[in-house]
């Protein structure tokens, strides 16, 4: 199973992007999906994740400007993203793990915003 991440694209600041992360199939176990990302010489941090009962949780920069959900029907999760700063430019990666501890990643997007 691939997870194919989409959306990615240059924004000026205070715009809006919608990601969207595809899965080619369906993964058994699967108890979080997310995003994470990695900026120029960065390290790679959580961005946001939604569990299997629909909670979410969001890393403190993006509260109140970025919304993930997910579509189980179609395999697919999103990352709403608004109010888009400079800072948030990084590659953007989907993942999903499973109770078994087994990650799938996405190839990763790319989203910059200008000033």
């Known amino acids: 199973v691939q997870?194919?991440?989409?959306?990615?694209?240059l924004?000026?600041?205070?715009?809006s992007l919608r990601l969207s992360c595809?899965?080619?199939?369906k993964i058994s176990g699967v108890n979080v999906r997310g995003?994470?990302?990695?900026a120029p010489g960065?390290?790679?941090e959580l961005v946001a994740i939604i569990l299997n009962n629909g909670l979410t949780n969001y890393e403190d920069s993006v509260k109140g400007r970025f919304t993930i959900s997910r579509d189980i029907?179609?395999?697919t999760v999103y990352l709403q993203?608004?109010?888009l700063k400079p800072e948030d430019t990084a590659v953007y990666f989907c993942?999903?793990?499973?109770?078994?501890?087994?990650?799938?990643w996405g190839q990763g997007t790319l989203v910059t915003v200008s000033s």
């Open 3 to 9: 997870l194919q991440a989409s959306g990615g694209g």
């Open 11 to 15: 924004v000026q600041a205070g715009g």
């Open 22 to 25: 595809a899965a080619s199939g």
């Open 35 to 38: 995003w994470y990302r990695q």
């Open 42 to 44: 960065k390290e790679r």
């Open 73 to 75: 029907a179609k395999n």
């Open 81 to 83: 993203m608004s109010s």
């Open 95 to 104: 993942y999903q793990k499973t109770n078994y501890e087994k990650v799938y």
